[in-house]
């Protein structure tokens, strides 16, 4: 895997944390963890971006993210478990799994490779 998926992955794992944030904070250093897990987030997604399709740098960042929450929510947070949530997550995720597998990184302006 190179860099910037694992920068995008990275931003995932943030996303998930300040959206869990943004319902369970409650005093002022939860959100404080909760803002810097947004910056982190973005920041991520926006250097990510800048050498993987915008397109599909999104689409696993916010498909994962969206994943990731549901899941956090039933494992940690007691939310109900549905198979069928867990079947339309399966699906998300190999449509996640396949955008990437197709995806090439932009090349570099000057690069000989």
Known sequence: MNKYWNLLWLGVFFEIGWVVGLKHSYNWWTWGLT????????HALVVASSKLPAGTTY????GTGAAGTVIVEMLVF???FQLAKV???????????????????????GSTV
């Open 87 to 109: 079947g339309l997550i399966v699906l998300l995720l190999i449509g996640v799994i396949g955008l990437k597998t197709v995806t090439k990184e932009k090349e570099q302006e």
């Open 35 to 42: 803002i810097i897990a947004i910056y982190v987030s973005m």
């Open 78 to 80: 007691g939310e109900p």
């Open 59 to 62: 689409a696993v960042f916010t």
